[in-house]
C-alpha cells in the first residue's frame, strides 16, 4: 500500500521541513477553532490491539469457513474467472460478517492513502500494525472529511469491524475514527526509516516508533528480567533493595561516581556494586536475596561497557561456589527457554547452545591450554614476572604471580571462551571478598562465567572471616595508597557485620545487559538500552 501523505523528514530534498512543520500546527489551530482540539481528550477505551483483533479474526475464519474450498477457475476466460473470484469473496465476507469481531483500537498513522469516497491507513501499536478501512459512507460526510485531513504520525482510535480485503490482507472495518493526539515533528521517511545510529540513540522514542525491531529488543529485554525474577522467586530469593548513595563504594575493582549530599554536607559515592549490602542481610538472617538495580562505573563506554547498567546479584546462604554454578547454569538455562522457545539460538555467526552442560575449567588449565603456561610450576613473583616479559605481556610493578595469571587469562583465553564456560579458581591477589580454597594456597573458590569470549558472571564462596576480610581490605587500601583508583576501602560497619556472624553463602554477580545483548542479537550495549548515556550536544 503506498503513502501520498507522510510528510517524512526523509523524503526527497525540496521538501521544506519548516513549510511541513507550519502546516502541522495551523491543522491543530483550525481543528481547535473548530471544537475539535485532540489534547483535550483524556482516555479512549482500547479493547484489541493488533496481533490479537487479527489473530482472533484468523481463529474465528479457520472454524466457520473450515473445509469450504478455493474456487476453480480453471477453463475460464479472465472475465468468467474475474467473476467467479468476486463471488467467491463475497460468500466468504457474507458468512464472516454475520459473526463479526468488532473493535477498538488506537496507535499512530503510519502509511496514510486517501481515494476519494474511500482511504486506507496503516495503524501501530505496541503489538504490531493493522490496516484501516476508511470509507466515507461509514463514517459519515463530516468525519470523512475529518480523516482526510489526519497526518501520518498522527495517533487515533478507530472502532470498527475485521475482515479480508480482497488482495487477503485482514483489516479493520472503520466505523468511528478519533484523532487522539496530533503529530507536530514530522516523522523519518516510512521506507528508510531511522538509521542515523547517533540519533537513534539520543531520540530512542524515534527509533521504537520507525524500527519495530528495536521495539522488539526491548519488549523482550522486559521478559528476560521478568523470567530472572519468575526463576529466582520460584528458588525461593526474596527480592530487596539497597541504597544507591554510599560512602563507601566497595564490591567491586571500579572507580565510583563521586557527588555531594548538601543536607549533611558530606561527600558520597554512587555505588558500583550491590554487594556489601545484599551480605549484611545474609547477616541479618535473610537467607536467600537477590537485587535487580543500576550500577554505575566511571570508565570508559565501548560496546559491552556503560557507565550505568543493569546489575543482578543475590546471595545464598549455606551453599558455595558450586552451588552457584549449578544455580546459573539453570537459570541462563530457564531464561533463553522461557523467553526464546529454546535453549539453542544465534548471535551473529555463533551458534550458542545453553541445553548442554556448561564447561568447568580452573584458570591455571585455561592458561596452560590456549597460552601453554603452567602457573602451578612457576616459583613466586618473580618468576610470574619474567615469564611475563618473555611473552610481552605487559604488567605494573606492584603485580603479584596472582595478578599476572589473570593478565595471561586476559591475553590469551578469554577469547576462545564462545560456548558457556565456568572458569574457576581464581588468584587471591584479585578477588578480595573471596573465601580461600582451603586445598590450594593463594587461591580462592570463585568462578566467572565466559559466552562469546565475554564476562558473563562473577560469583563467590564468599569470605565470612572478619579477620581474614580486615587484612584483604588492608590490602586494597595499600593498593590504593599507591594510586589504583579501583581498589576497594576498608569498610568498617561491613567487618562489624561479619563479626556478629555470616553464614557460609554463596553470591553471584552479573550484568543484564550483557544478557540481553546475547538473546536479542544485539552487537552493542547501547541496543539494549533504552536511553545509553551520550556525550552532551552541547
Same mark, same amino acid.
Given at each position: 500500500m503506498g503513502d501520498n501523505n507522510q510528510g517524512g523528514a526523509g523524503n526527497a530534498p525540496a521538501v521544506d521541513l519548516n513549510q511541513v512543520r507550519k502546516n502541522k500546527r495551523e491543522k491543530l489551530a483550525a481543528l481547535q477553532?473548530?471544537?475539535?482540539?485532540?489534547?483535550?481528550?483524556?482516555?479512549?477505551?482500547?479493547?484489541?490491539?493488533?496481533?490479537? %483483533?487479527?489473530?482472533?479474526y484468523e481463529e474465528l475464519e479457520a472454524k466457520l469457513l473450515a473445509g469450504r474450498a478455493s474456487v476453480n477457475t480453471d477453463g475460464m476466460d479472465e472475465a468468467a474467472a474475474r467473476e467467479a473470484v468476486n463471488a467467491d469473496y463475497n460468500e466468504r465476507?457474507?458468512? @464472516?460478517?454475520?459473526?463479526?469481531?468488532?473493535?477498538?483500537? %488506537?496507535g499512530?498513522? @503510519?502509511?496514510?492513502?486517501?481515494?476519494?469516497?474511500?482511504?486506507?491507513?496503516?495503524?501501530?501499536? +505496541?503489538?504490531?500494525?493493522? /490496516?484501516?478501512?476508511?470509507?466515507?459512507?461509514?463514517?459519515?460526510?463530516e468525519p470523512y472529511g475529518d480523516f482526510k485531513k489526519y497526518d501520518v504520525g498522527d495517533i487515533i482510535g478507530v472502532k470498527g469491524y475485521m475482515f479480508r480485503t480482497q488482495k487477503g490482507e485482514i483489516s479493520v472495518h472503520a466505523t468511528e475514527t478519533t484523532l487522539l493526539s496530533k503529530n507536530l515533528q514530522p516523522l523519518p521517511e516510512k521506507f528508510h526509516g531511522l538509521t542515523n545510529t547517533d540519533l537513534r540513540y539520543r531520540q530512542r522514542y524515534t527509533d521504537l516508533i520507525m524500527n519495530p525491531d528495536v521495539k522488539d529488543t526491548f519488549i523482550k529485554r522486559s521478559k528476560?528480567?521478568?523470567?530472572?525474577?519468575?526463576?529466582?522467586?520460584? /528458588?525461593?530469593?526474596?527480592?530487596?533493595?539497597?541504597? @544507591? +548513595?554510599?560512602?563507601?563504594a566497595g564490591g567491586a575493582a571500579a572507580r565510583?561516581?563521586?557527588?555531594?549530599?548538601?543536607?549533611?554536607?558530606?561527600?558520597?559515592?554512587?555505588r558500583i556494586s550491590l554487594e556489601l549490602y545484599l551480605k549484611r542481610l545474609i547477616v541479618g538472617g535473610l537467607e536467600r536475596v537477590y537485587e535487580i538495580g543500576r550500577v554505575f562505573r566511571n570508565?570508559?563506554?565501548?560496546?559491552?561497557?556503560?557507565?550505568?547498567?543493569?546489575?543482578?546479584?543475590?546471595?545464598?546462604?549455606?551453599?558455595?561456589?558450586?552451588?552457584?554454578?549449578d544455580l546459573t547454569e539453570n537459570m541462563f538455562r530457564h531464561v533463553a527457554q522461557e523467553v526464546l522457545g529454546t535453549t539453542t539460538f544465534n548471535y551473529g555467526d555463533l551458534t550458542l547452545d545453553f541445553g548442554k552442560p556448561f564447561e568447568r575449567m580452573t584458570m591455571i588449565d585455561a592458561v596452560k591450554k590456549y597460552a601453554g603456561v603452567d602457573f602451578d610450576a612457576i616459583a613466586d613473583d618473580e618468576a610470574a614476572k619474567a615469564i611475563?616479559?618473555?611473552?610481552?605481556?605487559?604488567?605494573?610493578?606492584?603485580?603479584?604471580?596472582?595478578?599476572?595469571?589473570?593478565?595471561?587469562?586476559e591475553e590469551y583465553v578469554e577469547e576462545h571462551l564462545m560456548q558457556p564456560t565456568f572458569i574457576m579458581d581464581h588468584p587471591i591477589e584479585i578477588s578480595p571478598l573471596t573465601k580461600k580454597k582451603p586445598d590450594k594456597e593463594g587461591y580462592v573458590e570463585r568462578f566467572e562465567l565466559f559466552i562469546n569470549g565475554w564476562e558473563m558472571c562473577n560469583a563467590y564462596s564468599e569470605l565470612n572471616d572478619p579477620i581474614d576480610q580486615r587484612e584483604r581490605f588492608k590490602a586494597q587500601d595499600a593498593l590504593a595508597d599507591m594510586g589504583d583508583e579501583e581498589a576497594n576501602h576498608t569498610d568498617e560497619d561491613f567487618l562489624n557485620a561479619l563479626e556478629i556472624?555470616?553464614?557460609?553463602?554463596?553470591?553471584?554477580?552479573?550484568?543484564?545487559?550483557?544478557?540481553?545483548?546475547?538473546?536479542?542479537?544485539?552487537?552493542?550495549?547501547?541496543?539494549?538500552?533504552?536511553?545509553p548515556t551520550l556525550k552532551s550536544q552541547n
Open positions: 477553532a473548530a471544537g475539535k482540539d485532540p489534547f483535550v481528550i483524556t482516555k479512549y477505551d482500547v479493547d484489541h490491539h493488533s496481533a490479537d %483483533a487479527k489473530a482472533e465476507r457474507a458468512i @464472516m460478517d454475520a459473526s463479526p469481531i468488532n473493535v477498538s483500537i %488506537a499512530r498513522i @503510519m502509511l496514510k492513502r486517501v481515494m476519494g469516497k474511500a482511504s486506507f491507513c496503516n495503524v501501530a501499536d +505496541l503489538k504490531g500494525d493493522v /490496516q484501516v478501512y476508511v470509507a466515507r459512507d461509514a463514517l459519515g460526510e528476560i528480567i521478568s523470567s530472572i525474577r519468575h526463576y529466582l522467586d520460584a /528458588q525461593g530469593f526474596m527480592e530487596v533493595e539497597t541504597p @544507591m +548513595l554510599v560512602s563507601n565510583p561516581f563521586q557527588t555531594h549530599f548538601n543536607a549533611l554536607d558530606e561527600d558520597l559515592n554512587l570508565e570508559g563506554l565501548d560496546t559491552r561497557h556503560n557507565p550505568e547498567f543493569t546489575l543482578m546479584e543475590l546471595y545464598q546462604a549455606y551453599t558455595d561456589y558450586y552451588g552457584m554454578m611475563a616479559k618473555e611473552k610481552h605481556v605487559e604488567f605494573e610493578p606492584h603485580h603479584k604471580k596472582g595478578d599476572i595469571l589473570n593478565l595471561f587469562f556472624g555470616m553464614a557460609p553463602t554463596g553470591g553471584i554477580g552479573y550484568g543484564i545487559d550483557r544478557l540481553c545483548m546475547l538473546l536479542t542479537d544485539s552487537p552493542a550495549i547501547r541496543d539494549v538500552l533504552l536511553f
